[in-house]
């Protein structure tokens, strides 16, 4: 899958936003991508995240919050593929920005919609192979 200019959703980000739809959607979204984007969301208000990483974290939350994607979120099973996607692409690229407290504090929310093992699914983000 080509990734879409996620960039252009950067104005979709909120705070608020992104708090209403990963509450909505985590059972159906799955543990991986809500910890994917919980972790960026945390990374995104550390102080130590550069400005041109926290514009990546912002465009690619914007995405996820935006009804308006490439494959629409309302379609069973690959509704939320391209989300995860470009989240993971995202994650990928600031992985160097993601202390081990942000990982922590995200699997801790992750608690709230998930049981163990649906969390410990969600430790393999970028597959077996990387």
Do not use: C, H
């Not at 879409?4 to 543990?31: C, H, L, W």
């Not at 995405?63 to 470009?86: E, F, K, N, Q």
């Not at 699997?107 to 163990?116: A, G, I, V």
């Amino acid at each position: 899958m080509e990734l879409p200019d996620f960039m252009t959703y950067a104005n979709k980000f909120s705070q608020s936003d992104f708090v209403e739809k990963i509450s909505r959607i985590a059972k159906r979204a799955g543990a991986k991508l809500v910890y994917a984007a919980l972790i960026l969301y945390y990374t995104l208000q550390s102080d130590k995240v550069s400005t041109a990483n926290k514009a990546l974290i912002i465009g690619a939350l914007g995405y996820m919050i935006s009804p308006l994607d490439v494959i629409p979120d309302a379609i069973p099973i690959v509704g939320l593929t391209d989300d995860l996607a470009v989240l993971l692409y995202v994650l990928k690229k600031v992985w160097g920005d993601v202390a081990p407290e942000i990982q922590e504090k995200a699997k801790q929310r992750l608690s709230k919609w998930f049981d163990e093992d649906e969390i410990e699914e969600a430790n393999d983000l970028f597959g077996k192979s990387e």
